[in-house]
């Protein structure tokens, strides 16, 4: 499940606003891609392409760790961070988030599709399972608190990022990954929805957000993708 919504703050004249912003960005396949070409393909990059024809800005798209990006955030090497799910730790803490997020994204336990040992909430089977993940990452701590309410007992098994999860998911080293349904891939099939929540491009806390309050704007629209 993903609702993904545009929200276009007002401009007068956009050439006169005109910037380079740098956007770090997590790997989500689907979310931010960068093409054999160079250029960037995806939902997130739609949505800020829509935002560029009202502000002006040119974009510099960063990839790396939430972990690397977050220290890169913090030392004012990049402007916005995204995606990132919204949390009362991270909330005025470590990032500052506009009002309106982008979207809604489903939180979930992920097994590859050829995978016969566990069905769509399959409480059963799941009872002990190893669910490998990313560090502090809000996917695992939804995938915490969905095993509490069905009164589950999951192995939690962490790696540095998604690629590795999802290659140890391969390899039979854990038995499901937790993931947000805004990672793309082909090959896996959902086993159990934990948590639907929104999710946001962030700027650094405590810090003057000209950038960030541009990015929210007066709102023009809201504009449900298709």
């Known amino acids: 499940l993903l609702c993904f919504f545009f929200i276009l703050p007002v401009c007068a004249n956009a050439a006169d606003d ?17 093409e054999d070409n160079g250029t960037y393909t995806g939902l997130g990059v739609d949505y800020l392409n829509e935002i560029a024809k009202y502000t002006g800005w040119n ?35 470590i990032y ?17 599709s050829d995978s016969m040992q566990i069905y769509y909430d399959d409480y059963s089977h799941m009872q002990g399972i190893r669910v490998g993940g ?3 990452s809000f996917q695992m701590t939804a995938a915490r608190e969905y095993a509490a309410q069905h009164g589950l007992t999951f192995t939690e098994v962490y ?6 999860v999802r290659n140890a998911l391969d390899r039979g ?6 993931l947000s349904s805004l990672y793309k891939i ?8 934990t948590r639907l929540a929104p999710f946001y491009i962030v700027a650094k806390n405590n810090h003057s957000h ?14 449900e993708l298709p």
Do not use: C, W
Request: glycine share 8%.
């Open 18 to 34: 005109a910037r380079t912003v740098r956007v770090g960005y997590t790997v989500h396949p689907g979310f931010i891609d960068e």
């Open 59 to 93: 974009y510099v798209y960063i990839k790396g760790s939430r972990t690397e990006l977050a220290q890169k955030l913090q030392d004012g090497e990049i402007d916005f961070l995204a995606p990132i799910m919204k949390t009362s730790a991270r909330d005025g803490t």
């Open 96 to 112: 500052d988030y506009p009002t309106q997020s982008i979207g809604v994204a489903a939180s979930g336990l992920y097994v590859r």
């Open 134 to 136: 990313t560090p502090d």
């Open 159 to 164: 790696y540095k990022n998604y690629t590795e």
């Open 173 to 178: 080293e854990i038995d499901a990954m937790a």
């Open 186 to 193: 082909d090959g896996y099939r959902l086993v159990a929805t």
């Open 210 to 223: 000209d950038l960030l309050e541009q990015l929210v704007g007066d709102l023009d629209n809201d504009q």
